[in-house]
């Protein structure tokens, strides 16, 4: 064959052979991939499906035996949740820590540091300000006292105004600090007086009657309760509203915005009202008698008692006192802490407890809150912190005054 004649016959035997088309060939190989994906992905999920229903089926039916257990439920306590010691009147109780062991408690760190004692050199109110009070207390200055006042900085300033003692002694009420933490209220014969830290200025405003032992302010700083034995004002502090007010026995029962009074089944959470109070619920405590003022932080007011009777507490030579933080909402449970007597380490044979162990009447006060959740409150020279939602009782500081008002500086 002549190689000339090669080219013609391989066109002429190639010439029926269809050409193809790449594209296409392409499309179809990718669809054919897709489908044995989607194959497989069919073919696991079924898999799946069947062992979570096996798997589940075994479990229900013989749990104990793979050593399997439902989940507990998630617990809803803050951490360093103490456990009730039970329940009064339907309310959960704690019993505070014995006499003597507050130096071991765990400390709320505040100005005050860990002991209140009469500062030796305090700067003049007037050179130094104070915008923000911790706390006040009174230091005898012949017949009559000065105020002291600690501030959020833990600097004590002096202010420059004598007050006349009152029929139960010093003019320091423990509500004398207002909310906003700028003015202290003193109760005097026939007046109050009104202390602006800021600013130093002094304002006496006259009362119609002259027994007055308690003040506590309402909640916008411009206004207090003045109270007696007999008698209850409402007072603005630039002294042209003077209202007479509702009055009750008990001086230190005039608070706002509630208060808590009564004994044994008359016991009452009271709102204030312009004119007084009105009862927003009762409950059903052991009171005895009322000790100190009423502090509200929210729908919690809290107030110290002392019981009739407690069988829930044992007690010998006093009366348990309890603090007493009652709720005024549903929603939100009170709670009760006592404040009983200290057993002694070995129980002496014959004779009455020791003295340290018996709580004296007038030994324990509500003083305010630290924060919404914190009760701050006097068990003779100790102030103690408790929190409602743990229940844990933690050492403010040691208290080397006599008295002690707090203000909100205190938890800076």
Known sequence: ??????????????????????????????????????????????????????????VA??????GLKPPDDVPTHPPGYVPPAGQIAGMDFWVAPQAGSEAWLNRVITPMGGELEYPDNPSPLAERPVDEIAAVVLSRNGDTFRPLLLASTASWSEADVDLAPIATGAPL???????????????????????????????????????????????DSERLLASGP??????????????TVQASVDPDAGTAPYRL?????????????????AVDSTVQLPVQSWAGQTFTSGNVAARVFVAAELPQVRTVAS???????????????????????????????????????VRERDCCAVLGWYDSETVLFRVTNWMLAWNLETGQVRRVAELKVSAVAVGPGLHS
Not at 18 to 32: H, I, K, R, V
Not at 44 to 50: F, N
Not at 335 to 348: F, H, I, N, S, W
């Open 1 to 58: 064959m002549r190689r000339e004649d090669v080219g013609p016959l391989l066109e002429q035997a190639i010439g029926g052979v269809p050409e193809p088309d790449l594209a296409d060939a392409a499309w179809a190989g990718g669809l054919s991939i897709r489908r044995k994906r989607r194959r497989s992905q069919v073919i696991v999920a079924v898999i799946v499906v069947l062992v979570m229903a096996v798997a589940g089926a075994l």
């Open 61 to 66: 039916a013989n749990g104990s035996s793979f």
């Open 173 to 219: 009420s423990t509500g004398a600090v207002a909310p906003s933490g700028r003015l202290v209220a003193f109760p005097q014969r026939g007046a109050v007086v009104v202390l602006d830290s800021t600013r130093a200025t002094v304002r006496r405003i006259p009362l119609p009657n002259q027994d007055i032992r308690s003040v506590s302010w309402l909640g």
């Open 230 to 243: 007999r008698s209850t004002y409402r007072v603005s502090t630039n002294g042209q509203e003077i209202v």
């Open 261 to 277: 009074d009564g004994v044994t089944t008359q016991v009452g959470l009271m709102r204030y009202m312009r004119r007084g109070w």
């Open 319 to 357: 009366r348990p006192q309890v603090v007493a933080a009652i709720s005024a909402v549903d929603s939100q449970p009170s709670r009760l802490m006592v404040l009983g007597e200290t057993p002694p380490a070995t129980p002496p044979p014959t004779g009455p407890p020791t003295p340290d162990a």
